[in-house]
């Protein structure tokens, strides 16, 4: 009996690997190994083209081998074995120069190892027999297509050539993205740090680079003067309001530009695209992932000729009333219609407004920012008197951007009222290439402490059955047609109602907070990624069903809530040191511990499982014991739906 193809990824890193450099890929780059077995006669060689592909417990169970814990122990055998070879070939590789390898790109991404199982010492040991890759990735091929009958399916623990593809089409994606020049509008607050550590990764931007400012040479050509000729591979460039921003100092390019006045979007877009030239930017693409220059990028990228979203689009979308309106309008073809997902609404900005729009809209109702983000004053209103109330304090206390940063003030303060519909709510991350669904992934959000409607928890993936769940996502994908978004990274919040789905917001980038991480961490698939791709006129290369490695399960942390406990038993090191551990993820989206009349969420903690129920379990126990769960802030009930 042999184990035929013990398919492994390589765990070199895909980016400018050279002689001496580090070639252990990240993480969720390196999946386990694939075994496939095949079982022949025994007085004649098994080869892969004269034995059928089947998993491990069925060929084991054949030879008279079914107990559990013997077959795990040959499967770990194996597995180390094939470990062991991989990491023969990685020490060889590290040694070679570019021309031995045949270029400076050119390294080994697959490996296939062949072994015999043969008895020795009354175990079953694997002895190595050859290395190659296409044969035992073609055995992994063949078992997974034995599913392929109708209404038969692997099990993400079963899948065999998927991983190792995903993982191919994953750095195949980063191959294309080297060299692209892309530009940046807004850099954003803490909670986007992590685009800055990508750009480091993907080779977009070198840690510590000296940055082209207010008409300076550029890294690349300093670099060269001193001999580090590493600087030449920036490509990253951004547009920022704030000249003391921490990004500035990451970038090739920074250009310092005031764009806080959205009024003023059309002029700003033809004034930034003539520094643009003036710098002499060759540039790739261009994107943002900040609420208030989605509008003024999808404009910088007419004027330069990059591919985008059309204006109108992103307008349509960034005004959430007007989205709204929109889609109730929007009867088809196709069908089902986008209308049918749409709430009614009315905006507002006069007292005259609210008069008309509580005879208009059924009450209760939600009451919102046009232009808001983090859901910072939203708020749950039963009557007339509560609607004026809530529009006269929003109106007095949020006039500016001063007022509340980062919340989209920018735009102004007007305000909408919209139905409230009783439901489950939920976040759907797509992503879109030329009106095509490349991808999607859905997350499950707990209740919110009404009449506030700051998210509380979290769970990925859902846990809604599978027909809700494609509904879900052909909701959002229909909502955002519907509006003209057809090429990028878009987070659409709905709601499941028992009518089906209905529209909450269309945020035109990618999902916030802690959806990107997540997403990474339990399909491998970066939004971000996907994102610079989009923005490059690339088709992001993506599985078509992602596998969900797992679950996780994740409790927001408020200052007002939890000034206490985040000063001491949840402290932000005592946090980061339990990341660091492997105890809980860690998401930081403030910086300070700053109480305020309308707040925003300080972190995101996170617990994984192979099961939600696991995962929600190890969730609770970690916030009584951090001082998180209490009396006014319920972890067990903002976690019960996630069962």
């Given at each position: 009996?042999?184990?035929?193809?013990?398919?492994?990824?390589?765990?070199?890193?895909?980016w400018g690997c050279v002689s001496?450099?580090?070639?252990?890929?990240?993480?969720?780059?390196?999946?386990?190994?694939?075994?496939?077995?095949?079982?022949?006669?025994?007085?004649?060689?098994?080869?892969?083209?004269?034995?059928?592909?089947?998993?491990?417990?069925?060929?084991?169970?054949?030879?008279?081998?079914?107990?559990?814990?013997?077959?795990?122990?040959?499967?770990?055998?194996?597995?180390?074995?094939?470990?062991?070879?991989?990491?023969?070939?990685?020490?060889?590789?590290?040694?070679?120069?570019?021309?031995?390898?045949?270029?400076?790109?050119?390294?080994?991404?697959?490996?296939?190892?062949?072994?015999?199982?043969?008895?020795?010492?009354?175990?079953?040991?694997?002895?190595?027999?050859?290395?190659?890759?296409?044969?035992?990735?073609?055995?992994?091929?063949?078992?997974?297509?034995?599913?392929?009958?109708?209404?038969?399916?692997?099990?993400?623990?079963?899948?065999?050539?998927?991983?190792?593809?995903?993982?191919?089409?994953?750095?195949?994606?980063?191959?294309?993205?080297?060299?692209?020049?892309?530009?940046?509008?807004?850099?954003?607050?803490?909670?986007?740090?992590?685009?800055?550590?990508?750009?480091?990764?993907?080779?977009?931007?070198?840690?510590?680079?000296?940055?082209?400012?207010?008409?300076?040479?550029?890294?690349?050509?300093?670099?060269?003067?001193?001999?580090?000729?590493?600087?030449?591979?920036?490509?990253?460039?951004?547009?920022?309001?704030?000249?003391?921003?921490?990004?500035?100092?990451?970038?090739?390019?920074?250009?310092?530009?005031?764009?806080?006045?959205?009024?003023?979007?059309?002029?700003?877009?033809?004034?930034?695209?003539?520094?643009?030239?003036?710098?002499?930017?060759?540039?790739?693409?261009?994107?943002?992932?900040?609420?208030?220059?989605?509008?003024?990028?999808?404009?910088?990228?007419?004027?330069?000729?990059?591919?985008?979203?059309?204006?109108?689009?992103?307008?349509?979308?960034?005004?959430?009333?007007?989205?709204?309106?929109?889609?109730?309008?929007?009867?088809?073809?196709?069908?089902?219609?986008?209308?049918?997902?749409?709430?009614?609404?009315?905006?507002?900005?006069?007292?005259?407004?609210?008069?008309?729009?509580?005879?208009?809209?059924?009450?209760?109702?939600?009451?919102?920012?046009?232009?808001?983000?983090?859901?910072?004053?939203?708020?749950?209103?039963?009557?007339?008197?509560?609607?004026?109330?809530?529009?006269?304090?929003?109106?007095?206390?949020?006039?500016?951007?001063?007022?509340?940063?980062?919340?989209?003030?920018?735009?102004?303060?007007?305000?909408?009222?919209?139905?409230?519909?009783?439901?489950?709510?939920?976040?759907?991350?797509?992503?879109?290439?030329?009106?095509?669904?490349?991808?999607?992934?859905?997350?499950?959000?707990?209740?919110?402490?009404?009449?506030?409607?700051?998210?509380?928890?979290?769970?990925?993936?859902?846990?809604?059955?599978?027909?809700?769940?494609?509904?879900?996502?052909?909701?959002?994908?229909?909502?955002?047609?519907?509006?003209?978004?057809?090429?990028?990274?878009?987070?659409?919040?709905?709601?499941?109602?028992?009518?089906?789905?209905?529209?909450?917001e269309i945020n035109p980038r990618?999902?916030?907070?802690?959806?990107?991480?997540?997403?990474?961490?339990?399909?491998?698939?970066?939004?971000?990624?996907?994102?610079?791709?989009?923005?490059?006129?690339?088709?992001?290369?993506?599985?078509?069903?992602?596998?969900?490695?797992?679950?996780?399960?994740?409790?927001?942390?408020?200052?007002?809530?939890?000034?206490?406990?985040?000063?001491?038993?949840a402290s932000r090191e005592t946090?980061?040191?339990?990341?660091?551990?492997?105890?809980?993820?860690?998401?930081?989206?403030?910086?300070?511990?700053?109480?305020?009349?309308?707040?925003?969420?300080?972190?995101?903690?996170?617990?994984?499982?192979?099961?939600?129920?696991?995962?929600?379990?190890?969730?609770?126990?970690?916030?009584?014991?951090?001082?998180?769960?209490?009396?006014?802030?319920?972890?067990?009930?903002?976690?019960?739906?996630?069962?």
């Amino acid at each position: 009996m042999s184990s035929e193809g013990s398919g492994l990824n390589l765990s070199t890193s895909g980016w400018g690997c050279v002689s001496g450099a580090g070639v252990c890929g990240p993480p969720h780059e390196q999946p386990p190994a694939q075994v496939v077995c095949g079982v022949g006669r025994g007085d004649r060689p098994v080869r892969h083209h004269n034995s059928l592909p089947r998993t491990l417990e069925v060929a084991l169970a054949q030879c008279g081998l079914g107990d559990a814990a013997q077959v795990e122990a040959v499967r770990q055998r194996v597995k180390a074995a094939a470990e062991a070879a991989l990491g023969a070939v990685l020490a060889l590789e590290a040694g070679l120069s570019a021309e031995q390898r045949g270029g400076r790109r050119a390294h080994t991404d697959f490996l296939g190892v062949d072994f015999a199982l043969t008895a020795a010492g009354g175990a079953l040991t694997p002895v190595a027999l050859e290395l190659n890759s296409g044969l035992c990735l073609e055995a992994c091929g063949a078992l997974e297509g034995l599913w392929a009958a109708p209404r038969l399916g692997p099990a993400a623990d079963d899948a065999a050539a998927a991983p190792l593809v995903e993982t191919m089409l994953r750095r195949s994606a980063r191959c294309l993205m080297e060299g692209k020049h892309l530009l940046v509008v807004g850099a954003g607050g803490v909670s986007k740090k992590f685009v800055w550590e990508a750009a480091r990764d993907y080779g977009l931007q070198c840690e510590g680079t000296p940055p082209q400012c207010e008409g300076t040479e550029s890294s690349a050509e300093r670099g060269k003067e001193n001999g580090q000729m590493g600087w030449a591979r920036d490509r990253l460039h951004l547009v920022e309001s704030d000249p003391n921003h921490f990004a500035s100092q990451l970038v090739q390019t920074f250009i310092h530009f005031d764009m806080t006045e959205h009024q003023r979007d059309e002029e700003n877009a033809r004034l930034l695209a003539e520094l643009v030239r003036a710098r002499g930017l060759k540039l790739d693409g261009c994107f943002s992932y900040w609420d208030d220059c989605l509008v003024l990028t999808a404009l910088l990228c007419q004027e330069l000729g990059l591919p985008c979203c059309p204006p109108a689009a992103m307008r349509l979308a960034k005004h959430k009333s007007r989205t709204q309106l929109h889609l109730l309008c929007h009867h088809g073809p196709p069908w089902p219609a986008p209308s049918l997902h749409a709430v009614p609404c009315c905006p507002l900005e006069s007292e005259a407004d609210v008069e008309r729009a509580v005879h208009q809209v059924p009450l209760p109702g939600v009451m919102k920012l046009e232009f808001g983000a983090g859901a910072v004053g939203t708020r749950l209103v039963k009557d007339a008197p509560q609607c004026h109330e809530h529009f006269s304090r929003i109106t007095r206390d949020l006039q500016g951007e001063a007022d509340h940063p980062g919340i989209g003030l920018g735009w102004g303060n007007a305000m909408l009222l919209m139905e409230f519909v009783e439901g489950t709510e939920h976040d759907v991350d797509l992503v879109l290439f030329g009106g095509r669904l490349l991808a999607a992934f859905v997350s499950d959000n707990g209740p919110t402490r009404l009449p506030g409607f700051t998210e509380t928890a979290a769970c990925m993936p859902t846990g809604l059955a599978p027909e809700q769940e494609v509904q879900m996502v052909q909701a959002a994908f229909r909502c955002c047609l519907g509006c003209g978004l057809l090429d990028g990274v878009f987070n659409v919040e709905l709601k499941l109602t028992g009518a089906g789905p209905r529209l909450i917001e269309i945020n035109p980038r990618m999902g916030g907070f802690y959806l990107r991480d997540w997403i990474l961490e339990l399909y491998g698939v970066d939004l971000l990624l996907a994102a610079a791709m989009v923005a490059c006129g690339l088709r992001p290369a993506l599985p078509t069903h992602p596998r969900a490695r797992g679950h996780l399960v994740g409790v927001m942390c408020l200052v007002s809530q939890h000034l206490q406990a985040l000063s001491s038993t949840a402290s932000r090191e005592t946090l980061q040191a339990l990341h660091d551990r492997g105890v809980l993820r860690l998401n930081l989206l403030e910086e300070a511990l700053v109480p305020g009349k309308y707040e925003e969420p300080y972190c995101s903690v996170a617990c994984a499982g192979p099961s939600p129920t696991e995962a929600r379990l190890r969730l609770l126990g970690l916030c009584q014991g951090l001082g998180i769960d209490g009396p006014n802030y319920p972890v067990a009930h903002f976690l019960s739906h996630f069962k």
